[in-house]
């Protein structure tokens, strides 16, 4: 029986992901790859508990910000993603032409609800700044509509296709080396020749 059959019969795969981007890319390549196949992705900042969810097969995937191989287990590298800071034209950043987020103390700033390790990394590195959490409903983007009625500034990902900059706002890039990062996906070696056209599909993506 071929690999991609194979796949297709266990009707289902969990990812579990340091952030939301991989997530919900490697799930998308599941479904182009295997049709019906049920498939989702759950947010963990936490690395060792996603190795563990691997290791007890609660999810058959998981994704890392680096290479993951040993006797167990394989990667291959995915891809990779950065953050810009999306500011009102109108703020005294909007001109600069890169920031550090250390500029940007003191903000309140719109983000999703769950972003994973990002989360971490911009809490450490902007003092003194405010978070209001947004909870994605439907196809509607809480990000875009807050951001279009008011001066709260906000963060998007080169790997976001599906927004568009408000006219109203600039995307000015970071300087921090940690908001510059790439992804790795990783299974279990006994399991790569069962996911295997599902990596190659991915790796596509790391092209």
Not at 88 to 112: M, Q
Not at 152 to 160: H, L
Request: proline residues 5%; contains cysteine; glycine residues 4%.
């Amino acid at each position: 029986m071929r690999t991609r059959e194979k796949a297709g019969l266990q009707k289902k795969i969990a990812v579990g992901s340091v952030a939301i981007q991989p997530g919900v890319c490697a799930v998308a390549a599941a479904k182009r790859i295997y049709g019906d196949i049920e498939a989702r992705y759950e947010i963990d900042d936490d690395e060792s508990h996603l190795i563990r969810g691997l290791t007890d097969d609660v999810y058959q995937m998981i994704m890392l910000l680096h290479p993951f191989d040993d006797s167990i287990f394989v990667s291959q590298q995915y891809f990779s993603e950065r953050l810009s800071v999306m500011l009102p034209k109108t703020h005294p950043l909007a001109t600069k032409k890169i920031l550090a987020l250390k500029e940007l103390a003191g903000e309140t700033f719109a983000v999703y609800s769950e972003v994973g390790f990002w989360e971490k990394v911009k809490r450490e590195k902007i003092p003194n700044a405010t978070f209001i959490k947004l909870v994605p409903h439907g196809d509607a983007d809480p990000i875009t509509a807050i951001t279009e009625v008011s001066d709260m500034p906000s963060f998007i990902s080169d790997r976001t296709t599906a927004f568009s900059l408000p006219h109203n706002r600039v995307a000015v890039p970071l300087s921090d080396e940690e908001v510059s990062v790439t992804f790795y996906a990783v299974c279990k070696r006994e399991n790569a020749e069962l996911w295997r056209d599902l990596l190659a599909e991915m790796k596509k993506e790391a092209e």
